[in-house]
């Protein structure tokens, strides 16, 4: 089992009253290929070790890991997009394996690649999308021109192919088509990695106003020191599949002595924060039959 | 209820918006279909130009009647396979999985735009190959019945091409190939250009369990021998007992193959 120090903030203890999250010693492994084995040799990877926490409705927490550390199958698992080999987690009450289609209900997510039809306009994408949540052609006449405008989605653009628009207008559209659901728990999965300086901010402004406006509870996987530590209340560390920590920006650098939150990723896993990369793809090596 | 309802609306709104956009990959899908059915039809005509005694007019229409439901067959199968192949090359797919809308309304709102599509598809081909290419004459046929026993074979399809889908999870790279051979060996067992008496024993057996058989069965009967609705019941029935089996077999099948996938990870767009 993972220990796991976990420090209350009075906001959390607060929100204690309402658990958004309890995952408890979740686990995750998947079989890789493993030559040394011969050419159809299997070993197995653990993704996720045992992994608990809770997060308060409301509350935004950021987990911070490098490629590989488990980030995203934790995602996966709490949008029911991956079945956990050990532990259980639990949504608003429901849990993610048994009572999986009512989790859907409540969860959203944005993931680093913004997955739409490349051919189909954001608002074809965001229509269909819509209708999978119950949403009529009614309901979402109005709400996705706001929506889209509230991102910052140029209007003479929404009936252009999603091909068309550059990374940083299809994480809006992204974002767009996660808010549009009106979500619980958003979970984003490095919702700002590989965009351009500017549309980084505006994703992370809007990430902002979702937290103010919205009763919207959000877990954040990144990558990016600064954006765990202004956009969270608390910051959480993942490594190799263990979640280290997870306790206020402030209390982690307190823990183990350091000025910043790169030193305290240091300190608790005993490697350097490595900045920016590729996608998160812990769980690419998965198992393939083909 | 109302709600699942939107949703299957809505995998019907997303493919018409797909068709839409690629439209015109659809009309070069189509001359390619309309060549394809112009090799078979035209083996009758050869076969009378090389001094063989046949009724040409009736074996070209029986001939047209099997490649207009090859293809139609074709059409489903490709719509209920890219329930996950096309998803997975877009990336969606885990957005539609994580998505409330049960599986079941899910593949009905692709099983609903298919066999909307498909027909429109079928009953265009027919047309053009029948009267525009060979102008046959079909005297007695009887198009009504003909397109019903289509309809309600449809059911069966897709309760099959369920099954079919799920190859894509299992084996992203090849699993979609896989589901042409599955049609092309549900319609060789099933007489798609001859009767089914002059297979082997062991595939009449097989046959007998086929939807697409009574389908091909019932059409030539309203087309050639200008049956009506009435005389189609002994098609009709076996489609209707195969339809109740196959939808939820194919269900479960689908949920065996969606379980597999996310013990497995073969959600994730890549591989």
């Known amino acids: ?290 | 209820m109302r709600a699942e309802l939107v949703g299957a609306g809505g995998v019907v709104e997303r493919n018409y918006y797909l068709t839409k956009r690629y439209i015109w990959w659809d009309v070069a899908w189509f001359l390619w279909t309309v060549a394809n059915t112009l090799t078979i039809v035209f083996i009758a005509k050869g076969i009378e130009a090389s001094g063989g005694n046949l009724d040409v007019n009736r074996t070209m229409t029986t001939l047209l009647i099997g490649a207009v439901v090859w293809a139609y067959l074709g059409i489903l199968f490709e719509f209920l396979m890219e329930t996950v192949a096309w998803e997975r090359w877009e990336g969606t797919i885990e957005y539609t999985f994580m998505a409330p809308l049960s599986r079941a309304m899910h593949l009905a709102g692709q099983g609903v735009f298919a066999i909307a599509y498909g027909l429109l598809r079928a009953t265009f081909l027919f047309v053009v190959c029948a009267f525009l290419f060979f102008d046959l004459a079909m005297p007695n046929a009887q198009f009504f019945p003909a397109f019903v026993v289509l309809v309600v074979s449809s059911v069966s399809f897709i309760g099959i091409g369920m099954m079919m889908s799920v190859l894509p999870l299992i084996s992203p790279e090849k699993g979609t190939q896989l589901g042409f051979v599955a049609q092309g060996t549900l319609l060789v067992v099933s007489g798609v250009y001859y009767p089914v008496s002059v297979l082997p024993e062991w595939m009449q057996w097989i046959a007998t369990i086929s939807p697409a058989t009574y389908a091909l069965d019932g059409i030539r009967e309203a087309i050639l021998e200008g049956q009506g609705l009435t005389a189609m019941w002994d098609e009709l029935w076996p489609l209707m007992i195969i339809g109740v089996v196959s939808i939820p077999m194919g269900l479960w099948v689908f949920s065996r193959g969606e379980k597999y996938a996310k013990k497995h990870g073969k959600l994730k767009r890549s591989g």
């Not at chain 1, 996720?48 to 997060?55: A, K, Y």
């Not at chain 1, 590989?68 to 934790?74: A, R």
């Not at chain 1, 728990?185 to 919702?191: G, R």
Request: proline content about 3%.
């Open chain 1, 1 to 290: 089992m993972t220990e796991i120090r976990e420090a209350p903030s009075m906001k959390a203890v607060a929100r204690d009253l309402v658990v958004a999250v309890e995952a408890h010693e979740l686990r995750k492994e998947f079989k890789v290929p493993d030559r040394k084995k011969g050419r159809f040799g299997r070993k197995t990877r653990v993704a996720l070790d045992g992994v608990s926490f809770t997060l308060g409705r409301g509350e935004t927490v950021a987990i911070l890991g490098q490629n590989g550390s488990g980030k995203s199958t934790l995602v996966r698992l709490l949008s029911t997009l991956l079945l956990p080999d050990g532990g259980s987690a639990v949504i608003f009450g429901h849990d993610v394996v048994s009572d999986a289609r009512a989790v859907r209900r409540l969860v959203n997510r944005v993931s680093v690649e913004a997955s739409f039809f490349k051919k189909m306009s954001s608002a074809e994408n965001l229509g269909y999308a819509s209708r999978y949540y119950g949403m009529t052609a009614a309901d979402t006449k109005d709400l996705i021109p706001e929506i889209l405008e509230r991102v910052g989605f140029p209007r003479d653009r929404r009936d252009e192919p999603m091909e068309n628009l550059s990374r940083g207008m299809q994480q809006k559209v992204a974002l767009a088509r996660a808010l549009l659901t009106s979500p619980v728990l958003l979970l984003l999965d490095e919702p700002t990695t590989g965009l351009d300086p500017r549309s980084k901010l505006e994703v992370q402004d809007f990430i902002r106003e979702i937290r103010t406006n919205h009763d919207s509870t959000i877990l954040l996987c990144t990558h990016d020191l600064a954006e765990a530590e202004t956009l969270a209340e608390r910051v959480g560390i993942l490594d190799r599949g263990r979640l280290l920590a997870l306790e206020p920006a402030d209390d982690l650098k307190r823990r183990y002595g350091c000025g910043t939150l790169e030193e305290a990723f240091f300190s608790a896993t005993g490697r350097a924060f490595e900045a920016e990369g590729d996608e998160d793809d812990e769980d690419d090596d998965r198992e393939v039959f083909a």
